[in-house]
């Protein structure tokens, strides 16, 4: 088991309206009464960050899904790093899977936007992680390793960086890869993190799991070494389901 408190962050995606507040209400009341090991973050749609920042009322933490890697400037529809924090986010999504594909994202634009979120005081999880073909033809190592490596900020340190372990497969679709496989990963992340930063900076680097964490295996899933806590998409949209997956920790 790791020694860092872990991290539980909800990715919302593109669901929730103004009337979801009720749900981040009905935590922070379950988080109140019975309170958590870990730190808790919500990661709903930008519409809704002032909402739920104002509403989480600093018992849980907000973060977006993405932002943009420019400070400002003329990007229609776009998001920047310093627009998420003034609307009371501290956290930021880089490189979901779901961005990389959709979105076209190379490992490159998302090291620039963890740069960005860096600059502008938001912690950022760089989401990493290997297609099905991928682990089946043996390359999810060698895939993440890279992924890793060229997604990782330049210029700056260790220091409140986050990594999620992101399976393609296993978003979205119930399955999970094995504890020893997920322990394997998040092994290999470390030790990549390791020879980057040294061990013991490598050490307070949070690496979460996602794709497809439930109430019924997030026990088991955070008592895989390395594992520090979760990112977890469907289940995180109803309080009732994302506090036991919480109480897990
Ligand atoms: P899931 O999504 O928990 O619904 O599989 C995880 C994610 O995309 O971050």
């Not at 104002?54 to 529809?77: K, L, M, R, W, Y």
């Not at 990782?152 to 296993?170: D, I, K, N, R, T």
């Not at 295996?217 to 070494?225: E, L, P, T, Y």
Request: with cysteine; proline share 3%; charged share 15%.
């Amino acid at each position: 088991m790791s020694a860092l408190k872990k991290i539980v962050a909800g990715n919302w995606k593109m669901f929730g309206m103004q009337a979801s507040v009720e749900q981040v209400l009905q935590l922070k009341n379950l988080l109140r009464e019975r309170g958590a090991n870990c730190d808790v973050v919500l990661c709903p749609p930008f519409t809704l960050l002032s909402l739920f920042s104002q509403s989480a009322g600093g018992a849980i933490a907000i973060g977006s899904q993405d932002c943009h890697n420019a400070v400002e400037g003329a990007f229609t529809g776009n998001i920047s790093a310093q627009m998420i924090v003034d609307a009371g986010a501290s956290v930021v999504i880089v490189g979901h899977s779901e961005r990389r594909v959709m979105q076209g994202e190379s490992d490159a634009l998302v090291q620039q936007k963890a740069s960005a979120a860096i600059l502008a005081n938001l912690k950022p999880i760089i989401c990493v992680g290997e297609t099905l073909e991928q682990r089946q033809s043996g390359e999810h190592l060698d895939v993440v390793g890279a992924q890793l490596l060229g997604s990782l900020p330049q210029s700056f340190g260790a220091q409140g960086l986050v990594v999620a372990y992101e399976p393609v497969w296993a978003i979205g679709t119930g399955k999970i890869p094995t504890l020893e496989d997920i322990g394997q990963m998040h092994d290999h992340i470390r030790g990549i993190l390791s020879q980057k930063y040294g061990a013991q900076s490598a050490n307070s680097i949070h690496i979460l799991y996602g794709g497809s964490v439930k109430p019924n295996n997030a026990k088991d899933i955070f008592a895989v070494r390395n594992v520090d806590g979760a990112l977890v998409g469907g289940a995180s949209l109803k309080a009732s389901d994302f506090s036991e997956i919480i109480y897990a920790c």
